[in-house]
């Protein structure tokens, strides 16, 4: 069967037909910009807590401060790749992504001072955030915008599978790099990564944003606020996970920290591969609903683990419970904008996502330095029920 319709995309360049699967070279380009996010995953907290020396809240915040600079760009991202489309929004997401892997690697010279390489991190992870709010945002709107509205959900799922496929990759080989050749090491990797990401997306085919009216940002974002809060509630357990696994994890003497976001990716690419279709199929907030109750479940494990393996399987639980809830609150969040705004409502829909690692992160930081780090795992499993409760109350409301 071919892989291109019959029908053409309103809007859209003379021959760009939608495609039956989201665009393959769209999806490679995210999943290699998308490396420079899970690069240094392990390696930021390690470097920042043991060889500069700061504390626990001084990692959360600095961790924290690369989804700040995300939240406050989404709005621009998504006029960007409403306006200019989403190739534009990727290839500009490319280059600050570049920037900071390079503000990383400088930060790691030897003549420089514990506080001029934490301020060097601290900007990178800034010019990272503006990239990453551009760079996701622009392949997410033009992966959908190459499906069609009606396999939106695939489509979500589908960039889902890219962006934790390079988590899962991208964290075990940041570690590995910085064991064997140190920082810096690690954060060329960084550098490089968006660089190929932005040769991919610029030979890429685009597909127009529909015609009609723009709605102004915060108008979208009063339409999406409850799909966008469910999703923030999902989003604490992730943040505990990349924030303060690999800590909590050399605190226990365990060994594999560099696996942890391997077992959640494989355990949430697994679910969007075999169940990717049912949030276009299901509804989203039935979906939603299951998944937050197995994530829940993920993070309870990693909470009261007392071996490496029942922590590592609850990531893996934890990945599976989070594989489908972007793409069914997405959906439902799509359904409540004109077509015209869709990159605007994916910019503000993720922003609760980047609300949620910002605000989770330094939270994190304060229940680690008095409760320890398992504690933050009893957070997310409490995060993640509230916001089964808020979609449940959603499901009842849609009725």
């Known amino acids: ?22 665009s393959l070279p769209v999806i490679t380009a995210l999943f290699a910009g998308y490396l420079a996010v899970g690069l240094p995953l392990p390696v930021m907290p390690l470097f920042i807590h043991e060889q500069l020396g700061f504390s626990n809240v001084v990692v959360g915040l600095v961790i924290g401060i690369q989804f700040l600079a995300t939240v406050l760009s989404r709005g621009y991202a998504g006029a960007v790749t409403d306006q200019l489309g989403g190739r534009r929004a990727a290839l500009q997401g490319a280059a600050f992504c570049a920037l900071g892997g390079l503000l990383y690697m400088l930060a790691a010279l030897p003549v420089l001072s514990q506080g001029a390489s934490l301020a060097l991190i601290v900007a990178g992870r800034l010019a990272a955030g503006l990239g990453e709010s551009q760079f996701v945002t622009g392949c997410v709107s033009w992966s959908i915008a190459s499906v069609g509205p009606q396999r939106a959900g695939m489509s979500m799922s589908w960039t889902g599978i890219a962006m934790f496929a390079a988590l899962a990759i991208g964290a075990p080989a940041g570690m590995a790099l910085y064991r064997q050749w140190g ?39 009063a339409q999406i606020w409850r799909e966008g809060l469910g999703l923030m509630l999902q989003g604490v357990g992730v943040a505990g996970l990349t924030a303060f696994a690999s800590l909590y994890f050399a605190a226990r003497h365990w060994s594999h920290a560099g696996l942890v976001m391997t077992a959640f990716g494989v355990g949430f690419i697994a679910v969007r591969l075999v169940f990717g279709h049912l949030p276009d199929r299901m509804g989203g907030y039935r979906v939603a609903l299951y998944s937050l109750a197995v994530e829940a479940i993920g993070q309870l494990m990693l909470w009261y683990a007392t071996q490496e393996s029942v922590a590592l399987a609850g990531a893996l639980v934890t990945g599976l419970g989070c594989a489908l809830i972007f ?30 690692y910002g605000i989770a992160g330094p939270l994190a930081g304060v229940i680690a330095a008095q409760a320890g780090y398992a504690a933050v795992y009893l957070l997310g499993a409490i995060c993640a029920l509230l916001g089964a409760v808020l979609v449940l109350l959603a499901r009842i409301r849609q009725r």
Request: some cysteine.
């Open 1 to 22: 069967m071919s892989s291109v319709t019959m029908e053409t995309k309103a809007g859209a360049p003379p021959g760009a037909a939608l495609l039956t699967r989201p």
């Open 183 to 221: 920082f810096q090491a690690a954060m060329l990797a960084c550098l490089a990564a968006p660089v190929l990401a932005g040769l991919i997306a610029f030979g890429a085919r685009p597909y127009a944003s529909p015609s009609g009216q723009r709605l102004p940002f915060h108008r979208v974002l």
């Open 327 to 356: 793409p069914a609150l997405g959906v439902e969040a799509l359904k409540r904008v004109p077509p015209a705004n869709r990159g605007s409502a994916m910019g503000a829909f993720v922003a609760f996502l980047d609300i949620a």
